[in-house]
């Protein structure tokens, strides 16, 4: 069974970087598409982005220009940057795959708070 | 972009009784393969969200055939034909047939 882990900080400051990787256990990331979706207090889920195990990518218009997700293939896993970060990135934030663009397993989520 | 209009946006059910939750896109999810892009999932309280159901009314592996799903281009339903108290979270639809991937606002359902 395909397991996933969220790791990176969980405070980072305004302006900065968010930086998190998605560790892939019990399969190959090479056999699907990988997304990261967030879900901020209060507010349902947002799609940020996903990554085909070619390397192919798609971002949500709405925050296409601060996203970047890379697929690391040597590591089993895949990351995502979100630059200049708001209070409004303050968010748990979840990786997810599937063999089509249902996100058929996920990992436990990460909570990233933005503040000074 | 879609949108995606759940109703209700919360519900109480008894348990053994029947739950229903609509969604509605503004704009069709019929691809030209004939398939329906739409998928339901739901997040139980602790919990990361799980697939329910995919491509309009396939279950995902594991779960109960007391869920289904079914719709035609813009409207689905998910239905619970026997709601236990394991169901307790809150259910999404989602679009897939088109990016951006747009959820639904989301439906509560609690326990009577």
């Known amino acids: 069974q395909v397991q996933l882990q969220e790791s990176g900080p969980g405070l980072v400051k305004p302006s900065q970087t968010l930086s998190l990787t998605c560790s892939v256990s019990g399969g190959s990331i090479s056999s699907f598409y990988w997304s990261w979706i967030r879900k901020s207090p209060g507010k349902g889920l947002e799609w940020i982005g996903y990554i085909y195990h070619t390397g192919s990518t798609f971002y949500n218009p709405s925050l296409k220009s601060r996203v970047t997700i890379s697929l690391d293939m040597s590591n089993n896993r895949f990351s995502l940057k979100l630059n200049s970060v708001a209070a409004a990135d303050t968010a748990m934030y979840y990786c997810?795959?599937?063999?089509?663009?249902?996100?058929?397993?996920w990992g436990q989520g990460t909570m990233v708070a933005v503040s000074s | 972009d879609y949108v995606m209009t759940q109703t209700p946006l919360s519900l109480a059910v008894t348990p053994g009784e029947p739950a229903s939750i609509s969604c509605r896109s503004s704009q069709s999810l019929l691809d030209n393969d004939g398939k329906i892009y739409l998928d339901w999932y739901v997040q139980k309280p602790g919990q990361s969200p799980q697939l329910l159901i995919y491509?309009?009314?396939y279950r995902a592996s594991g779960v109960p055939d007391r869920f289904s799903g079914s719709g035609s281009d813009t409207d689905f339903t998910l239905k619970i034909s026997r709601v236990e108290a394991e169901d307790v979270g809150v259910y999404y639809c989602m679009q897939r047939i088109e990016f951006p991937i747009i959820f639904g606002q989301g439906t509560r359902l609690e326990i009577k």
């Open positions: 997810a795959g599937g063999r089509v663009l249902a996100f058929e397993m």
């Open positions: 491509t309009l009314s």
